[in-house]
């Protein structure tokens, strides 16, 4: 309990939302579910910048506290269904490149704003720390501890065992939370066949924070007469 008050504590000094949250929304002002045409109408002014069939990105969207980010809306059969933040690094943060590799617990330090928006939807640890693409899942389950120690070691064990990911996960009452960080953005020897060019945007990529319906609004979500 001490580590998750630690948590919602330092994760989010200041507010993701680069619009005011009211309750009866899930993520900024949409809901769960609602169809492409009225989640384009709940960012307007904003414009997107990309438009599929299944998504809508809208790029370099302003948070509240300065960072900018690519938001990500997904959907599926016409129903919104992911909303993701890539957010670049923190204003006057060292910037990331190939050549200048932030270290995670860094990357976390600047991600502390995210909880903080959170805190009053009664954000809780999920599974904790855990990785994706390697032999390994979870540093134990449940463990949500930021302290630079835990995170560094954590960062160790990725690199041992080439993990891609490195995911600290989360839930509110209706949304599971997913904080992604690049693990590969640490070895660019490694995985320069993805980006050979050296690309800095992608190095300056510190946080994917990715927000889904949970298990229960996901079934309601699913419900029909026939």
């Known amino acids: 309990m001490k580590n998750l008050i630690i948590l919602i504590y330092l994760l989010f000094g200041i507010s993701v939302y680069s619009q005011s949250v ?6 900024r002002k949409a ?20 438009i599929k069939d299944n998504s809508i990105e809208y790029d370099n ?35 990331g490149t190939c050549k200048n590799i932030i270290p995670l617990c860094e990357k976390v330090n600047d991600s502390k704003f995210i909880i903080e928006a959170l805190q009053e939807r009664g954000l809780k640890c999920r599974m904790g720390w855990y990785f994706e693409n390697c032999a390994i899942g979870s540093f134990p389950l449940g463990n949500c501890s930021l302290e630079c120690e835990t995170v560094e070691k954590i960062e160790r064990i990725a690199s041992s065992n080439g993990c891609s990911h490195i995911i600290l ?36 990529e510190f946080c994917i924070v990715q927000f889904h319906p949970n298990s229960k609004v996901k079934k309601q979500m699913d419900k029909g007469d026939f």
Request: glycine share 6%.
């Open 22 to 27: 009211s309750p009866q929304y899930d993520i």
């Open 31 to 50: 809901n769960w579910g609602m169809p492409i045409t009225e989640v384009m109408s709940s960012e307007y002014p904003l414009t997107p910048t990309l």
């Open 61 to 95: 969207v302003e948070l509240s506290n300065g960072l900018k980010a690519l938001l990500y809306f997904g959907f599926k059969n016409k129903r919104l269904e992911v909303v993701s933040y890539t957010i670049q690094g923190y204003p006057g943060s060292p910037k």
């Open 169 to 204: 996960s989360l839930e509110t009452a209706r949304n599971d939370v997913q904080l992604h960080f690049w693990q590969y953005q640490n070895q660019p020897e490694t995985y320069k066949f993805l980006y050979p060019d050296c690309n800095d945007r992608f190095y300056n």
